[in-house]
């Protein structure tokens, strides 16, 4: 079993810290240079870090001789030295040197868990897997971030909020026309509306009836390695060209108790228009962006204690529920093969 937890967890604990199997973003590029950076995501602490050659590193934040952070200690290059005795960890997870004592049995083991990691669109990835010798899926993106003929911006920010209820405000479409009704972007539209969902190739749509291109009519989740949310917004031309305001986000689990959400704000530019919609962006567009999304933490670190215990829920509900049942179910599923690793280990001959 997994060392953040001291017996098997119930579904609703195990995904309290988020499903596995999966790439999550967990930092910004930009928050990685020349030291060692230690982070908690999932409820476990990694350290990461940037070679000589740039490329990224990542590890359990525990140094093997006393449990010291590694993260507080030295970037070697390919591996870190513990602050605390010397040790040097390289980024497979085994240990290169021992410089306090020699011939030390602890050199060449492999003794910290090592992580999967990439960087894409200004943003790095973990992969989280359940089976260390099971190579991670591939990672893919929607359109908006894998198409050059799109220009986007990362924003992220630390709520203090459990992962689930981010990602379901995301799947409510309907609170866009309440919540953020002086939004220069979401004050038009019906302030009633039937709802419907529809399947797609990696996921599913859920969309407000008959309004489609007026609010924040619709939400799509998907799965391609990493689990996104994708909508969009209509925008006034006086907004700058590329039409329509496109959002892909990502919700990841720091603790049980808050989140880190990533959001990518695209649009449909190229050629002097791109120039033209990032200067719009960051010289006017962004702080009322952040204002929206100031809206949102403000509404979801407020919520009453156990709120989803105590839910009423109703028609425009539809699409949260769902996707909770499918997270309940993956989280199910994966519960059953660790406990298939587990008991497997445990009947190993030494």
Not at 50 to 64: I, K, S, T, V, Y
Request: charged letters at 25%; glycine letters at 8%.
């Amino acid at each position: 079993m997994n060392a953040i937890y001291q017996q098997a967890p119930s579904t609703e604990e195990y995904l309290d810290l988020g499903l596995r199997d999966q790439w999550y973003p967990v930092l910004a590029s930009w928050e990685v240079n020349a030291n060692p950076v230690g982070i908690t995501r999932l409820g476990e602490n990694i350290v990461v870090w940037r070679d000589q050659d740039g490329q990224l590193h990542a590890l359990e934040d525990r140094c093997p001789h006393r449990g010291a952070r590694l993260s507080l200690g030295w970037n070697l290059g390919n591996r870190v030295a513990c602050w605390y005795h010397g040790v040097e960890v390289g980024g497979d997870g085994v240990v290169v040197d021992v410089p306090a004592v020699h011939d030390c049995p602890m050199k060449g083991s492999e003794c910290v868990k090592s992580y999967p990691i990439v960087e894409k669109h200004d943003a790095i990835f973990i992969w989280f897997g359940i089976d260390a010798n099971e190579p991670p899926a591939e990672l893919e993106f929607p359109e908006q971030l894998a198409s050059t003929e799109w220009s986007s911006f990362l924003c992220q920010a630390d709520w203090k909020v459990n992962h689930q209820y981010a990602i379901d405000n995301v799947m409510d479409p309907m609170h866009g026309t309440y919540l953020h009704c002086t939004s220069h972007s979401m004050a038009e539209g019906e302030r009633t509306a039937e709802m419907k969902h529809r399947s797609t190739e990696n996921g599913f749509i859920f969309e407000k009836e008959g309004q489609t291109g007026v609010n924040f009519d619709w939400v799509e989740y998907g799965n391609t390695g990493a689990s996104w949310l994708r909508l969009s917004i209509p925008y006034r031309k006086e907004f700058g060209p590329g039409g329509v305001f496109w959002i892909v986000g990502f919700a990841t689990p720091i603790d049980a108790h808050n989140t880190r959400v990533f959001f990518w704000r695209c649009r449909k530019v190229s050629g002097w228009q791109r120039n033209v919609w990032r200067f719009l962006y960051r010289n006017h567009l962004e702080k009322l962006h952040w204002d929206v999304l100031e809206q949102d933490r403000i509404i979801l670190e407020n919520l009453a204690p156990n709120a989803r215990s105590k839910e009423f829920l109703y028609q425009h509900d539809v699409g949260l529920s769902r996707l909770r049942r499918l997270m309940k179910k993956e989280a199910e599923k994966q519960l059953k093969k660790i406990a298939v690793l587990d008991t497997s280990s445990l009947t190993e001959t030494p």
